[in-house]
């Protein structure tokens, strides 16, 4: 498809877990953003990569949260023995450009659940 | 407080109604300002997007921006049962800025028939 994709759509997980989301974003996009969702709430931004370079990790709320796009493409957010307050949709989006004048495609989320 | 701040509502109005959604903001910094809707389980999808001050229209929807009060609005007018959705208000800065958005809490609007 030609719109951000992100996978699993849905993921359960025990406190103290580890999960790993997805991210594709459209392809060619230069920009990608994490931003999480919390029941209620507007997004939050996590962190924004150019390309492959991870250049504000800001919003990331703990040293558990981890985030990579190695190739300049796809996109892994990884969070570490996971608590209950991560619970959220976490959501991919990705612009063509490097600047703010570029609006952002947002894919469907990830809807974690931590038990 | 937070940076940018909207009614959550619910907001219920019949087909046909003018609807007014709104923000306020406390970042001068914030240059550019937009309008998300979400539909449940979906991600946002952008609706209008404006700069200066004033008005812009697409259709239905209307956008407004009052730099010097720091207050935006959305108006949709012949509101349909298809526009229930959330409301999302979002803006960033300008100049080097790389467009991080800042979210306002998103407003819920129902239109019934």
């Known amino acids: 498809g030609a719109g951000v994709s992100q996978s699993p759509r849905y993921k359960v997980a025990k406190r103290g877990q580890d999960v790993a989301l997805r991210c594709d974003p459209i392809s060619g996009h230069v920009s990608l953003f994490w931003y999480q969702q919390a029941l209620g709430q507007g997004p939050e931004f996590l962190t924004y990569?150019?390309?492959?370079?991870?250049?504000?990790k800001s919003g990331l709320p703990s040293d558990r949260f981890f985030a990579e796009r190695p190739e300049g493409s796809v996109s892994t957010l990884k969070i570490q023995r996971t608590q209950q307050e991560d619970s959220a949709v976490y959501l991919c989006?990705?612009?063509?450009?490097?600047?703010?004048?570029?609006?952002?495609?947002f894919g469907d989320g990830t809807r974690l659940s931590i038990l | 407080q937070k940076e940018v701040e909207q009614d959550p509502g619910p907001l219920s109005v019949p087909e046909g109604a003018i609807v007014s959604l709104n923000c306020t903001y406390s970042?001068?910094?914030?240059?550019?300002f937009m309008w998300y809707r979400q539909y449940s389980r979906k991600g946002p999808e952008l609706l209008m997007y404006t700069y200066s001050s004033g008005n812009k229209e697409d259709g239905r929807f209307t956008a407004q921006v009052d730099k010097s009060s720091k207050y935006i609005s959305l108006f949709i007018r012949d509101s349909q049962p298809s526009d229930s959705a959330t409301y999302l208000c979002?803006?960033?800065?300008?100049?080097?800025?790389?467009?991080?958005?800042?979210f306002g809490q998103g407003t819920i609007l129902t239109v019934h028939p």
């Open positions: 990569f150019q390309n492959e370079a991870q250049l504000d």
């Open positions: 989006a990705s612009s063509f450009g490097d600047r703010y004048n570029q609006p952002q495609h």
């Open positions: 979002a803006m960033t800065a300008g100049g080097t800025s790389y467009g991080k958005l800042t």
């Open positions: 970042n001068s910094a914030f240059q550019y």
